[in-house]
C-alpha cells in the first residue's frame, strides 16, 4: 500500500473515530448507541472491498489515536501477511452461503446460520458479524421497507461543536477594469449562529474556500466538526487532510438532502434580504469591508430568534470549551506533492530544482509547500522531516569533491581540474 493510500484509510479511520475523540463527554450509554449505528451502517471504505467495521476494530482505532497524542499516522494500516486472503470465509462456504440466501431470501442470520450447521455446508464455526458483512458485500441482505428517513432539528450543544460552511452566489463587482461576478464563502457556528468569518471572493474555487477557512480558524479557533456540500472544493484530499491533521471531522451532507444545512442557508437569507438590498455597486474591497462592519455592528449584536440571545454573547458565554488554533497552523494549509528522489540527490517542483539529503536517493518523497512560497519547501519520507530544501547552485556543485564516506568537501577554483572535471 503506497503513502498515499495510507493516508486516505488514516483520514478515513479518523472520521468514523471523530465523535469518540473530539473532546465531547459521552455518557456509557451513548458510546454504546453510538457504536451500533457505526456498525449497523455500510460505509465506502477506501482501498477495500469492504462495506461493514467491526465494533472491535473502531475500539482499536479509538485506543491507537488516542495512545498516541491524536497523530494521524496512528490510523494508517499496518502491512498483514495474509492480506487479500479471506480469513473468516473460504471460497467454498462461501459459495454455498450464496446459494442459500438466493433459496432463502427472507430468512435471518440466526437461521441462516442454523442452516448452514444443520445442512453440513460450512468447515467452521460462523460468528453473526461475519455473515452480515459478508451478506452486504454481496448485496444480499434485503432492504427494510416502508421506512422514511428520521429528520430533527439539531442544535450542537457548545460553541465549536459544528460549524456550517456553503458559498452564495453574489453581485457584480469591479475587480481591476472589469465587472466580476463575486461569491460569498461564509461559516456560521451551529452553536451560536456566530459567523467566523464570511469574505466575497471571485471564484467558489479551492484556494479561495481554504484562504477563508485558515482565517476563520486564527479568528475563533477549531472546531469539532466542519458540515460541508458536496462540491469539488469540499471533497479535495487537501481539504480532508488539512482537516484531519487539525483533529476535525469533515462531515459532507447528503446529496440532494439540503435538509441538514439550514442555517447556513438561513443566514445567506438574511444577508440577501438585509444586507444586499441596501448596498449599491461596489468594488471587491469595498463590498467587503462594508459587509465586515455589517457583520460585527448588526448581525452579531443582534437578539437572534432561534436562541434568546445575540450571536456574540452566545458564543463567548463557554468560552472554556473552545480550543486555540495551533501556532503553526499555516503549516497545515500546505500543499502536497510527491516525488521521487533522482540519483544525483535532485528533485524538481513548480520548476524549480532542489538537492535533497543523500540517504533519501531513490525515494518518493512528501513535498509541503505553501504556492506563494515555492522555494520554502520541508521533505518527508515516512512521517519523519528532512528540513527544507535547498536550491542547486550548479557552480558550488562543480566544485564539490567526494571522499570515500561520501562526505562533500569545497575545492578552491586551484583544485579544480582543467576542463571542469571534477574527481
Known amino acids: 500500500m503506497t503513502e498515499n493510500e495510507k493516508q486516505k484509510v488514516g483520514i478515513f479511520r479518523f472520521s468514523v473515530i471523530h465523535e ?5 463527554a459521552l455518557s456509557r450509554r451513548e458510546r454504546k448507541q453510538l457504536l451500533k ?64 440466501r438466493q433459496e432463502m431470501p427472507d430468512a435471518a442470520i440466526p437461521v441462516l446460520i442454523r442452516t ?10 460462523l460468528r453473526p458479524t461475519t455473515m452480515y458483512r459478508f451478506l452486504h458485500h454481496h448485496n444480499l441482505m434485503k432492504p427494510s421497507e416502508g421506512q422514511h428517513p428520521d429528520r430533527r432539528k439539531f442544535e450542537a450543544e457548545l460553541p465549536n461543536d459544528i460549524w456550517q460552511s456553503d458559498v452564495m452566489h453574489g453581485p457584480m463587482v469591479t475587480a481591476g477594469d472589469r465587472k466580476r461576478k463575486s461569491y460569498l464563502i461564509a461559516f456560521i457556528d451551529d452553536h451560536s449562529r456566530l459567523i467566523p468569518y464570511a469574505r466575497f471572493y471571485l471564484s467558489e474555487n479551492l484556494a479561495s474556500f481554504l484562504d477563508a477557512f485558515e482565517k476563520a480558524l486564527l479568528k475563533r479557533g477549531l472546531p469539532r466538526k466542519l458540515y460541508v456540500d458536496n462540491g469539488s472544493a469540499y471533497r479535495s484530499k487537501q481539504l480532508e487532510h488539512i482537516t484531519a491533521s487539525l483533529g476535525i471531522a469533515l462531515i459532507h451532507a447528503r446529496p440532494y438532502k439540503p435538509q441538514g444545512k439550514g442555517k447556513i442557508e438561513r443566514f445567506f437569507r438574511t444577508v440577501r434580504m438585509q444586507f444586499l438590498a441596501e448596498v449599491g455597486h461596489m468594488s471587491l474591497d469595498e463590498i467587503n469591508g462594508a459587509f465586515d462592519l455589517w457583520i460585527r455592528q448588526v448581525y ?25 488554533s495551533p501556532e503553526d497552523l499555516r503549516d497545515h494549509f500546505r500543499m502536497i506533492a510527491r516525488r521521487r528522489v533522482a540519483k544525483d540527490r535532485t528533485l524538481t517542483l513548480d520548476g524549480h530544482l532542489f538537492e535533497a539529503p543523500v540517504n533519501l536517493i531513490g525515494q518518493r518523497v512528501d513535498l509541503l509547500y505553501h504556492k506563494d512560497s515555492p522555494r520554502r519547501v520541508e521533505i518527508r519520507w515516512q ?41
Open 37 to 100: 449505528e457505526k456498525c449497523a451502517r455500510k460505509w465506502d471504505i477506501p482501498c477495500s472491498n469492504k462495506s461493514r467495521i467491526s465494533r472491535s476494530a473502531i475500539l482499536r482505532w479509538i485506543r491507537l489515536y488516542t495512545e498516541s497524542g491524536g497523530r494521524l499516522e496512528s490510523l494508517y494500516p499496518k502491512g498483514r501477511s495474509d492480506n487479500g486472503k479471506s480469513r473468516a470465509i473460504d471460497e467454498e462456504t462461501g459459495l454455498n452461503l450464496i446459494h442459500l
Open 116 to 125: 448452514m450447521r444443520e445442512r453440513d455446508l460450512s468447515g467452521k464455526d
Open 300 to 324: 452579531h449584536q443582534r437578539t437572534h430568534s432561534g436562541t434568546g440571545k445575540t450571536p456574540l454573547d452566545r458564543f463567548t458565554s463557554k468560552m472554556e470549551c473552545l480550543r486555540a
Open 383 to 423: 512521517q519523519k522531516s528532512y528540513g527544507y530544501l535547498t536550491s542547486v547552485d550548479l557552480n558550488v556543485n562543480c566544485r564539490v569533491k567526494r571522499a570515500k564516506n561520501n562526505q562533500a568537501r569545497i575545492s578552491s577554483k586551484a583544485d579544480t581540474p582543467k576542463g571542469g572535471k571534477v574527481w
Open 20 to 24: 469518540f475523540v473530539g473532546g465531547a
